[in-house]
């Protein structure tokens, strides 16, 4: 696991989003074991503490579980899994308009190029 | 809890501390950051006891110091105090012979976290490799406070790092610690909490995350603020 951290947002956010998309991606799968909060500090290169954070908001908002003292999960929770997809693709959208709409290019000049674009990049192998 | 008030220190007429406050929990990660000659040193011996202070009060976990405190708090300086002609082995007895606190089965973990052979001389280590020395002597008791005076400085990028993977594992464990830097490149998402110090006074004590999350600032946003003012 390798995250590069920016120094403004906090860690622990940072953290969840770095979860998310790995879920979102398949690469964490549901009911897959996670590693505990020391070892993640320390793949991670940050302060327990803020592990500790970040797992805890997790199992707030459902996204990991945990059985008595067993190592924590992913969650099997279809409706969760959806929710973490479908939050990561909206900021990505909402990113791209706003930077689209920063240099004032109107939506039908911009939707061909961005097919267009899209999938050269996946012919090339970059996404 | 180390909860450092008021404390005013002077060398001569040099007043190096002129009211200091400031505190370190538990479990937590905090940095005494400044440029040097600010007083970092100096707060740390006076926790210690190493040197008097003019006027106001150290406590430890609520305590005023005394003799029993030193067995809760430990030093670590920012160069090894043992005889160069002496093994990382000799060194380790040497500890344990002196603190009741030495916990031999944690320096034996730290030292082949470290990746150290107890038989090299301290005076064929590299830098890096001696400051490893140095920390792994301190960490190895068994305390609730670390002190450490510039644990980065003056090291190899690796060794840097290294050390840097101690703070996330378990070999601190929910001991409290206090680090001295003037640099904070690379460990700054370990920290929890950081005192800006400047001329004998702290400018600025915060929560690292909960700067981030409130104001969207980094701990280095902070210092440039702090001290470009």
Do not use: C
């Amino acid at each position: 696991m390798n995250v590069k951290f920016n120094n403004r947002d906090p860690v622990y956010v940072q953290v969840i989003r770095h979860f998310k998309e790995q879920i979102a991606k398949g690469v964490l799968e549901p009911g897959q074991e996670i590693p505990s909060r020391r070892e993640l500090a320390n793949q991670l290169k940050i302060n327990p503490n803020t592990a500790q954070r970040a797992y805890k908001e997790m199992e707030e908002q459902g996204l990991i579980y945990t059985e008595g003292n067993l190592p924590s999960k992913i969650t099997k929770d279809e409706l969760v899994l959806k929710g973490v997809r479908k939050e990561l693709i909206m900021e990505a959208v909402e990113t791209f308009i706003y930077s689209v709409q920063s240099i004032q290019v109107p939506l039908e000049e911009v939707l061909d190029l961005v097919t267009e674009k899209y999938q050269k990049s996946q012919e090339e192998g970059n996404v | 809890m180390i909860e450092v008030k008021d404390v005013y220190k002077k060398f001569g007429r040099k007043p190096v501390l002129k009211g200091v406050s400031f505190t370190a929990e538990k479990g937590k990660i905090t940095a005494l950051i400044g440029i040097n000659g600010v007083g970092k040193t100096t707060i740390m011996n006076a926790i210690m006891a190493l040197t008097p202070i003019n006027k106001g009060e150290i406590l430890i976990n609520g305590e005023k110091l005394h003799k029993g405190s030193f067995e809760k708090i430990t030093f670590i300086p920012d160069a090894i105090t043992m005889l160069p002609s002496m093994k990382i082995k000799d060194a380790m007895q040497f500890m344990d012979d002196f603190y009741d606190s030495w916990n031999q089965e944690r320096a034996n973990e730290l030292l082949s976290f470290f990746r150290l052979k107890e038989s090299d001389k301290i005076a064929d280590l590299s830098k890096g490799n001696t400051a490893k020395v140095n920390l792994l002597l301190g960490l190895a008791l068994d305390v609730d406070f670390l002190l450490m005076d510039e644990p980065f400085s003056g090291i190899d990028i690796f060794s840097r790092e290294q050390i840097a993977e101690v703070f996330t594992s378990h070999l601190i464990e929910d001991r409290g610690v206090i680090i001295t830097t003037h640099e904070i490149n690379d460990i700054e998402h370990l920290l929890d909490k950081v005192v800006l110090l400047d001329n004998g006074v702290v400018l600025k004590e915060f929560n690292t995350e909960e700067m981030r999350e409130k104001e969207g600032k980094s701990v280095i946003d902070v210092m440039r603020e702090v001290y470009r003012s």
